[in-house]
């Protein structure tokens, strides 16, 4: 009886183990990486939150329902940058600054630092474009890499482009 | 001897009048009087000053967004644009930056009073010869709420409107 109940019991739970399992496996990991649309793609929204991944040639930002393809032989420019924003924004920040005894410049002083990514890049008609991606720290760079791999061109090689540059840069 | 003083003050005032207006003609560099039906944007230029490339890139978007926004032109035209090479009644407007200081928003946020960016750029447009119609000097800052990147739309805001009262063939809209 115990036997039968212990086989039992065993039974269930490597199929909650398979159960759990099997979905992960099934849904692949998205590719590329998470990213804010801050300016520049056309058809996209300032400020939009979606997934950055380059693939068959395209640079891809997808958001939401809607995905915009850029293609990378197109892209001129690939600069990263660094930057940071506060942990505590948006509405909730907004009426965090409306805490009493200076509680919302308190928590000002809490930031977290994130990569910026600038592309500009050439429409149909030639006409330039520029984008700006923010995402989390240290993932910037990465991309950069494998933009350049696919053709992408840049103004400042990977080892050196620490931190922003400048037009003056560009110059040989 | 009074009236030696009287004469000498209105001389003055005449001569500081006469050189505000003077100093005034030489920014409008010619009577922007030519209404046109399109404007190509380009690229901004900081070739002097260190300029972070989000910033040069969320300016010249913001400033092509705001113009569009604006209206008054039918097309808009980018850098580059080979549609734009046929257009005549058109005006190019160069931007470039003349000062750049970064601020902080954390002290914006903290302080109130300190880490304003500011960025100062120098609008020049040209007919499609190449010729100077219309020059000035614009300014956009961010100095209370928001990141360091606000500057750029208070900059395209100014420079859109610059643009849209001096050269938008259709300036009610």
Known sequence: MVKCTIRRALIFLAGLLAAAALPSAAQQPPTGTKAVQVTGLTGVKPNAKGNLASANGNLEFEHEKAKVTVPIHSVEDVITGADSQRVFRGTMGTLTMLAPYGGGRFLSLFRSKLDILTIQYRDTDGGLHGAIFTMALGKAEPFKKELLAQGARTSVPVQDDSGSSNTQEKKP | ?173
């Open chain 2, 1 to 173: 001897m009074k009236r030696i003083f009287y004469a000498a003050v209105a001389s003055s005032f005449l001569l500081s009048v006469h050189a505000g207006a003077a100093r005034a003609q030489a920014q409008a560099a010619a009577s922007p009087a030519k209404k046109v039906s399109a404007i190509q944007v380009l690229m901004i230029q900081s070739d002097e000053i260190k300029l972070p490339a989000e910033f040069q890139i969320s300016l010249y978007e913001n400033l092509i967004q705001q113009l569009e926004k604006k209206g008054g032109f039918q097309h808009v035209y980018r850098e580059g644009d080979h549609n734009a090479d046929s257009v005549t009644d058109m005006v190019v407007l160069h931007s470039t930056v003349r000062g750049f200081k970064k601020g902080s928003e954390m002290a914006r946020n903290v302080t109130t009073v300190a880490g304003k960016t500011s960025i100062d750029i120098h609008c020049q447009f040209t007919d499609k010869d190449g010729k100077s119609v219309l020059e000035s000097d614009v300014n956009g800052k961010v100095r209370f709420l928001g990141g360091n990147l606000r500057a750029t739309l208070d900059f395209a805001k100014k420079g859109a409107k610059l643009a849209h009262d001096n050269f938008a063939a259709n300036p009610a809209s």
